[in-house]
């Protein structure tokens, strides 16, 4: 009887956290919402109507500004629903990743290609082994995870700091790390910052709903790697992306 009430017992605090967590994750998907989903279409419907109501008289600059405040909170609003829907996928699919051996510096340059716009002004330094690195991983997801870090660095640094990209081999995998010369990170919130719709107090002035490191901690754990952050001794931050090698690369095709 005693074993029963204990088995009972732990069942229902499972349910309580599996509810406490649905209600968390609930409480932050309103929030997002209701501020990072609002904002931009109140943004498109102003500059809509605007155009609609006063376009004919407007100057070219004018209307050009418009529609580029309708572009860009329409990306905004993108960005957000691709963000859900990462996150999703990763959640539900878990380890179900396409693993394939790719160049880390076709990784890199393909995330950095896609933030191009972002880092204008921004000095990038990319610092890989001069012998080709090889990385056991999903493409798609490891792209969307630099990409992750690199714009979160954008958002969170003051313009014109440096961002640093590296990568190298560790004991049992590939380690790719990208830094940047910003506040950092408040003590006490480096592993808190890789959850779901978490926001520092700086980041409430940011835009974004706070899922882009979420999605990072998940995909690196899809992966079977970890991902963590941390605050440098120079200032900034830096996050350490680890992604394991359950293989020995193939070796490199023969010439001719």
């Known amino acids: 009887a005693l074993a029963l009430d204990r088995t009972i017992l732990a069942e229902e605090a499972a349910e309580a956290t599996l509810a406490a967590e649905r209600e968390l994750t609930r409480s932050g998907l309103l929030s997002a919402v209701s ?22 008289r407007m100057p070219p600059e004018a209307r050009r500004e418009l529609l580029d405040t309708i ?31 790719h160049p880390v510096e076709e990784l890199v340059g393909a995330a950095l290609s896609r933030l191009d716009a972002r880092l204008k002004g921004r000095e990038v330094r ?20 630099l990409w992750n ?45 890789f959850e779901k719709f978490y926001r520092t107090a700086d980041g ?3 835009p974004g709903a706070g899922l882009g490191l979420a999605i990072c901690h998940a995909a690196a754990k899809a992966h079977g790697g970890w991902i963590r952050a941390e605050n440098r001794p120079e200032g900034g931050a830096r996050f350490v992306f680890f992604l394991p090698s359950g293989a020995e690369p193939p070796a490199p095709a023969a010439e001719g």
Not at 41 to 48: F, H, K, N, R, V
Not at 155 to 179: L, R, S, W, Y
């Open 204 to 206: 409430q002035r940011t």
């Open 35 to 56: 501020h990072d989903v609002r904002t931009p279409l109140a943004s498109i419907q102003g500059s809509a109507t605007a155009l609609i109501e006063e376009g004919d």
């Open 71 to 101: 572009r860009e909170e329409a990306a905004r609003l993108g960005r957000l629903v691709g963000d859900l829907l990462d996150l999703t996928r990763l959640e539900s699919e878990g380890p179900r990743v396409r693993k394939g051996w």
């Open 149 to 193: 870090l690199v714009e979160n660095a954008t958002k969170h640094t003051p313009p014109g700091t440096p961002i640093e990209v590296g990568a190298g081999q560790v004991d049992g995998g590939v380690a790719i790390v990208v830094a940047d010369r910003g506040p950092g990170i408040p003590p006490g919130e480096e592993q808190r910052i």
């Open 126 to 145: 990319v610092e890989l082994p001069k012998e080709v690195l090889l990385v056991e991983a999903d493409p798609l997801l490891v792209e969307q995870v």
